[in-house]
C-alpha cells in the first residue's frame, strides 16, 4: 500500500533541502491551510442528499515558492500554496471543485533543447529543438519509434547529460549552468531513475540495492535501512529485503529498481521502458504501481514502447526524428 503524500509530507520532503525554501514558514503555513481546508471540505462533504455532487478530496498542500510561480495557479492562504487535486492528477482528471486555479511552476522546462553527438567526422542530431513542461502531479508517457530520441530525452531530464543546446530547468533550475557536483546533488535529491534493465547491484541484497542512493546522501546507516525497509514495504517486497537480484522475478527486480527510485522521495519520477524486460502480466503489475504512485501524487515520466501503456497516461509525447510531433491526452496517441 502507498502511503499518499499531502501537506505536511510533501513539505517533508521539499523543505528541507534549500531547493524549495524554508521549512519553518511552510510548516506554519501548511497547519493554517491544512485547518482551513478540513473546514472546506468537511462542508461540502457533509451527508446529504447531493453530497455525492459535492465531493472533493482535500488538495494537495505545496510549500514551495520554485513550484508557485507559473503554469496552473495555485490558491495562496497564509503564504502556502494549495493545488487543486484536479491539477496534481494531471490534465484528464479535472474534476473542477475547486473554484479559483492559480499557476504552479513546471517541474520541468525544455525549451528549444537539442543534443548532438559526435560520431567521427559526423553530427548525429539525436534531438532537434525539443520543448515542453511537466507540471507537478503530471503522469507523462513519452513514446516514439526506435533512435526519435527518448532516452537521449530522458538522460537530458535526468541531469545524466546536457544538452548541447537550449534551455533545461528542473524545478526553475537551469542546469546548464551548474557544475557536475551541482548536477549530481540535483539528482541525487530530486530524482529517481528506473531503467529498463534494472540496474541493480547483483552481489548486493534487495535493501542494500534500495538505501544506495542515501549512501550518496550522507543518511546515517539507520535511517537508510528503516528508508529502504519502507521503500521495499510500499511496493509489496516487504518479504524480500534479504532476497540478491538474482533470487528475484524479473518483476521482483523492477520493483526493487522502482524502490530505489522512490527511497529518497524524489521530485520526479523517470522511468526509460520500465517494463521492456517483462512478461505480459509482470508488465501490468508494474504499470498498476506506476498509476498508484501517480495516483499518491507523484510526477511521473515514462518511456514507453507499447501504445497500449502511453493510451492509459493522462499525457503522451510522442518524439519522431528528434522533434516533438505531438503532445496530447494518452488515450489519443497513435500506434505508429
Ligand atoms: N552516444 C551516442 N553517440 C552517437 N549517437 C548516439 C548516441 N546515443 C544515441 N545516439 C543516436 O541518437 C539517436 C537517438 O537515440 P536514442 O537512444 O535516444 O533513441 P531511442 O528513441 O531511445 O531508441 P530506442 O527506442 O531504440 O531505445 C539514435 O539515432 C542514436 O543512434
Ligand atoms: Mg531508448
Given at each position: 500500500m502507498i502511503r499518499p503524500f499531502r501537506g505536511a509530507a510533501f513539505i517533508e520532503r521539499v523543505g528541507n533541502d534549500g531547493f524549495e525554501g524554508s521549512r519553518a514558514a511552510a510548516e506554519v503555513a501548511a497547519r493554517s491551510l491544512r485547518a482551513r481546508l478540513r473546514g472546506v471540505w468537511r462542508r461540502r462533504n457533509k451527508p446529504g442528499p447531493l453530497a455525492h455532487q459535492s465531493r472533493v478530496t482535500p488538495p494537495v498542500v505545496v510549500a514551495s515558492p520554485l513550484l508557485a510561480e507559473s503554469g496552473p495557479r495555485p490558491i495562496a492562504l497564509d503564504g502556502g500554496v494549495c493545488y487543486p487535486q484536479a491539477q496534481r492528477m494531471g490534465?484528464?482528471?479535472?474534476?473542477?471543485?475547486?473554484?479559483a486555479i492559480a499557476p504552479a511552476k513546471p517541474i520541468i522546462e525544455v525549451v528549444d533543447v537539442h543534443r548532438e553527438y559526435r560520431m567521427g567526422g559526423q553530427m548525429v542530431a539525436a534531438l532537434r529543438g525539443v520543448s515542453f513542461r511537466v507540471m507537478p502531479g503530471e503522469f507523462v508517457a513519452i513514446v516514439g519509434k526506435s533512435g526519435s530520441g527518448k532516452t537521449t530525452l530522458m538522460n537530458l531530464l535526468g541531469c545524466l547529460d546536457r544538452p548541447t543546446r537550449g534551455v533545461y530547468r528542473l524545478g526553475g533550475n537551469d542546469?546548464?549552468?551548474?557544475s557536475d557536483d551541482a548536477l549530481s546533488g540535483l539528482r541525487n535529491r530530486h530524482i529517481g531513475f528506473v531503467f529498463q534493465s534494472f540496474q541493480l547491484l547483483e552481489r548486493s541484497t534487495a535493501l542494500k540495492n534500495v538505501a544506495l542512493p542515501l549512501v550518496y546522501r550522507g543518511e546515517p546507516s539507520v535511517r537508510r535501512r528503516t528508508l529502504a525497509v519502507e521503500a521495499l514495504g510500499r511496493v509489496g517486497l516487504a518479504h524480500r529485503v534479504g532476497h540478491r537480484p538474482n533470487q528475484m522475478s524479473g518483476g521482483e527486480r523492477q520493483r526493487v529498481a522502482i524502490a530505489r527510485a522512490l527511497v529518497g522521495s524524489p521530485t520526479l519520477l523517470l522511468a526509460d521502458?520500465?517494463?521492456?524486460?517483462?512478461d505480459s502480466a509482470t508488465e501490468r503489475e508494474t504499470m498498476a504501481l506506476f498509476y498508484e504512485l501517480h495516483a499518491a501524487g507523484n510526477t511521473i515520466v515514462l518511456v514507453t514502447h507499447e501504445p497500449s501503456i502511453a493510451q492509459q497516461c493522462p499525457r503522451a509525447i510522442r518524439l519522431a526524428d528528434g522533434c516533438v510531433v505531438s503532445d496530447g491526452p494518452g488515450r489519443e496517441v497513435g500506434v505508429s
Open positions: 490534465p484528464q482528471r479535472n474534476s473542477g471543485s475547486i473554484d542546469v546548464q549552468g551548474l521502458e520500465p517494463t521492456g524486460n517483462l
